[in-house]
């Protein structure tokens, strides 16, 4: 099993920045992606950046390419999604996801609310 939890989360005005950590216990090393979501109120979850545990390799959305960072820190087991010129469009909830293979998301967090004003 592995458990995840995310923090970092928060009210932020438009243009801000915020950094999200999702921090990784129980067989983290199995881990072979993590991932960030969003899900915005009515709308579908969207993956945003994720990232693969042991090289690194990060790939993002469309929509916040350019503006996300995701990265990670293996000796935290923990994974940090960057954000910076935040738009009221980013708001949502934003979950970890870890996979055993790649893009199959088995392990969730409980989400940390984002909320950006104009």
């Known amino acids: 099993q592995v458990q995840l939890v995310e923090s970092g989360g928060g009210l932020v005005q438009a243009g801000g920045s915020l950094r999200l950590s999702c921090a990784a216990s129980g067989r983290a090393v199995a881990l072979y992606t993590m991932a960030w979501f969003r899900q915005a109120p009515g709308k579908e979850r969207e993956l945003v950046a994720d990232i693969t545990w042991r090289d690194g390799r990060t790939s993002y959305a469309d929509s916040v390419k350019g503006r996300f960072t995701i990265s990670r820190d293996n000796a935290k087991n923990t994974v940090y999604l960057h954000i910076t010129s935040l738009k009221p469009e980013d708001t949502g909830v934003y979950l970890c996801?870890?996979?055993?293979?790649?893009?199959?998301?088995?392990?969730w967090g409980q989400g940390t609310q984002v909320t950006v004003s104009s």
């Open positions: 996801g870890g996979a055993l293979s790649y893009r199959t998301y088995g392990y």
